[in-house]
């Protein structure tokens, strides 16, 4: 360990005190990481790579002194909210600090709609704050009793509550954010509208975001419900005609090709054996209405629970997005998966995909509101709503799973890279706006270094790159 380091944990340790500083051990090992060994690619290259010190402020003004020191110390730092991450974004790869802010978790307030809170609150938390004034999130991810807002906002893409509000980024529900620049004097810069989106899903690398205001939508009272049938086709029907009925309120439609929902381990006994399955969560005021529709297209009905009101499980969302992922892999570490999009011609895509790689392809779909204006009510058009893929891939080697990326390519497939590191990748593109940012608040590149491969500094390339 360096001198510089030493000394910076020495103020560090004064700052924070001893309890709040952490330099080894298996909390550090922890703290270093996220969900990135959901990748085959990702595991060899992350494995080794941990904080040299994590450090936990509980104030926004022991976030400003912190930074203040690790700038004169031109220490890496990289903010870490839950760790849920599952392309080793909060990982740092050049060591230096791990800035965990889940002890910044107040929720200042749930006023007109919109919620004003830390970074380090957990979304079931403010799902539960907010169901008690009446609302609830638009959107948020399947790990929401652990995953913040500010790593939903720093990481995350969408989830639950997407097919009537699209993602984190759709629309208006980012409200603003402020942030702490890294510099000598840390400032606070606040951002609203098309502004505060110029920083969303960075990765930690444009400063460190102390307060967010997201608005909610108000709240319904849900029931959760899972379809079982032979026939793939007619599940897969009628699932898509119901996520695009504009008239059923819903929160998740999520579709599941045989054996995966035999993986889910808590609500195995009521996955019938060799049957496909597709899970809605709907409006309790017409549950009555959806189950008979599904009774009279032939479906069983195989699951029908209250979502609780304040949150307690089960929640099917448990099984929905990549948490899919996670329980394949509890029951074979051999899957991995990718994340796809599909065209109009999304049918024949999805069932070509199933057709060429038999159980080694394992489909996995949710749909989403790409248009969230147009998904209800009476100007509520079809296409509106569009579905998405996580299939799971039994992996076998590189050379294959490049084949099947190929092949899915070749049908039209959008296929996102979920198995590196790097903002370019699986992220929105670094734009000149998002480069400009970079360039105000941490002008020695020193936030979560090596992810915005775009931002011309990184004075830790030489020494630790690779
Ligand atoms: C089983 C499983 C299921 C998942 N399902 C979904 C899903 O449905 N939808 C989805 O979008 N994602 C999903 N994810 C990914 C992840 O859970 C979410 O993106 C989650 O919101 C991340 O929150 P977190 O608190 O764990 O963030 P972290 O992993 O701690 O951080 C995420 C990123 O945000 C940055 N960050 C964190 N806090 C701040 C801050 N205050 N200021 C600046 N940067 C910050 C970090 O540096 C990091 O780059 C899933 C992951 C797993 C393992």
């Given at each position: 360990m360096t001198t510089t380091l030493e000394t910076l944990i020495d103020s560090l340790r004064t700052l924070l005190g001893e309890a709040n500083v952490i330099t080894g051990g298996e909390t550090l090992e922890t703290l270093s990481k996220d969900y990135y060994w959901y990748s085959p690619a990702l595991r060899s290259q992350l494995d080794d790579k941990r904080a040299d010190v994590v450090a936990r402020p509980a104030t926004v003004e022991e976030v400003r002194a912190l930074l203040s020191l690790c700038f004169a110390a031109g220490v890496a730092v990289t903010p870490r909210g839950a760790g849920t991450g599952n392309y080793g974004q909060c990982v740092p790869l050049h060591g230096g600090v791990v800035l965990d802010l889940s002890r910044l978790d107040r929720i200042h307030s749930v006023e007109g709609g919109v919620v004003r809170a830390e970074p380090g609150a957990r979304l079931g938390s403010i799902e539960t704050v907010a169901r008690a004034a009446g609302w609830e999130l638009r959107c948020y991810p399947s790990t929401w009793m652990k995953a913040t807002l500010g790593g939903f906002w720093g990481g995350g893409a969408g989830g639950i509550g997407g097919v009537r509000w699209g993602g984190i980024a759709s629309g208006d529900t980012v409200v603003s954010l402020t942030l702490l620049t890294l510099e000598a004097e840390p400032r606070l810069l606040r951002y609203e509208g098309k502004a505060a989106m110029v920083p969303l899903r960075t990765f930690g690398t444009t400063g460190v975001v102390v307060e967010l205001e997201m608005r909610l939508a108000p709240k319904i009272d849900y029931d959760q419900l899972a379809f079982a049938a032979a026939d793939w086709d007619l599940l897969f029907a009628w699932m898509d005609?119901?996520?695009?009925?504009?008239?059923?309120?819903?929160?998740?439609?999520?579709?599941?090709?045989?054996?995966?929902?035999?993986?889910?381990?808590?609500?195995?006994?009521?996955m019938p054996a060799d049957r496909h399955v597709g899970f809605l969560i709907v409006d309790r005021a017409q549950t009555t209405e959806i189950v008979a529709a599904a009774e009279a297209a032939g479906l069983a009905v195989v699951y029908n629970r209250p979502l609780a009101d304040p949150p307690k499980p089960p929640f099917l969302s448990d099984f929905t997005y990549n948490h899919t992922t996670l329980w394949a892999m509890k029951s074979d570490p051999?899957?991995?998966?990718?994340?796809?999009?599909?065209?109009?011609?999304?049918?024949?895509?999805?069932?070509?995909?199933?057709?060429?790689?038999?159980?080694?392809?394992?489909?996995?779909?949710?749909?989403?509101?790409?248009?969230?204006?147009?998904?209800?009510?009476?100007?509520?058009?079809?296409?509106?709503?569009?579905?998405?893929?996580?299939?799971?891939?039994?992996?076998?080697?590189?050379?294959?799973?490049?084949?099947?990326?190929?092949?899915?390519?070749?049908?039209?497939?959008?296929?996102?890279?979920?198995?590196?590191?790097?903002?370019?990748?699986?992220?929105?593109?670094?734009?000149?706006?998002?480069?400009?940012?970079?360039?105000?608040?941490?002008?020695r590149g020193l936030m979560n270094p090596g992810k915005m491969k775009a931002f011309p500094v990184n004075p830790f390339e030489s020494a630790s790159a690779g």
């Open positions: 005609a119901a996520l695009r009925n504009g008239s059923w309120r819903k929160r998740v439609g999520s579709l599941f090709q045989w054996p995966i929902p035999s993986f889910f381990a808590p609500i195995k006994k009521y051999a899957y991995t998966y990718v994340q796809a999009g599909f065209t109009a011609d999304y049918r024949n895509q999805i069932r070509k995909l199933m057709e060429t790689y038999p159980g080694e392809v394992l489909m996995h779909l949710e749909w989403g509101a790409s248009d969230p204006s147009r998904v209800v009510g009476p100007d509520a058009v079809p296409e509106a709503m569009g579905v998405g893929a996580i299939p799971l891939i039994h992996y076998r080697t590189e050379e294959r799973f490049l084949e099947i990326l190929a092949f899915a390519r070749s049908l039209g497939v959008y296929v996102g890279s979920t198995h590196t590191v790097t903002l370019t990748e699986v992220g929105p593109e670094q734009t000149a706006a998002r480069i400009a940012l970079k360039h105000e608040v941490d002008p």
